[in-house]
């Protein structure tokens, strides 16, 4: 069944969502970091892709709005409802307790840095933690240095960079390859 933005707001499937706890799916060891993004959009894109990919938690950092918002609730399509999240005051701080709690985490941001390797060609290892930044300013360098590693889409227009919910999704299909 095709179902409109609208309809899917208000549908069944919303509905169920609310009833849905948490804990009714199995999550894949992901995380998704944000690092201060700004667009209530793409925050909520974003709980609508962790939901798509069964990530463990979204982490939300900075000066990112968190829920209850409600465009992050209308892009999202109530995913935050479902979709297990935290806010820290800064991402190093998330950085450092997901390295405490979850053993073995591999924490890898998608930037473009001098250091950064292209998207297909990195060895992704699970647990994993992926970052995103700031629409504008990127990934803080205090961040990058906290990574096991930095990954990049190639660019081959005019433009410079894909938008932070596009990029989270290209590198977060691509890391799931490694456990299908």
């Given at each position: 069944?095709?179902?409109?933005?609208?309809?899917?707001?208000?549908?069944?499937?919303a509905k169920s969502l609310k009833k849905k706890t948490k804990n009714e799916t199995t999550k894949n060891e992901i995380y998704i970091v944000l690092d201060n993004i700004l667009d209530?959009?793409?925050?909520?894109a974003i709980f609508r892709l962790a939901d798509a990919i069964a990530a463990k938690k979204v982490m939300i950092c900075g000066d990112?709005?968190?829920p209850p918002n409600h465009r992050i609730k209308k892009a999202s399509i109530n995913t935050t409802e479902v979709v297990d999240w935290s806010y820290s005051e800064?991402?190093?701080?998330?950085?450092?307790?997901?390295?405490?709690?979850v053993s073995g985490i591999q924490i890898v941001a998608i930037e473009q840095?001098?250091?950064?390797?292209?998207?297909?060609?990195?060895?992704?290892?699970?647990p994993i933690a992926l970052i995103v930044g700031h629409e504008t300013d990127?990934?803080?360098?205090?961040?990058?240095?906290?990574?096991?590693?930095?990954?990049?889409?190639?660019?081959?227009?005019?433009?410079?960079?894909?938008n932070v919910m596009v990029s989270l999704a290209i590198v977060l299909y691509k890391a799931l390859e490694k456990i299908q």
């Open positions: 069944m095709k179902l409109n933005a609208k309809q899917l707001r208000n549908s069944l499937f209530t959009y793409n925050i909520g990112s709005e968190i800064t991402t190093a701080e998330a950085i450092k307790n997901l390295r405490k709690t840095a001098e250091n950064s390797i292209r998207y297909d060609e990195f060895e992704y290892k699970f990127g990934i803080s360098k205090e961040v990058l240095d906290e990574c096991d590693g930095i990954v990049e889409m190639p660019m081959y227009g005019i433009n410079i960079s894909l």
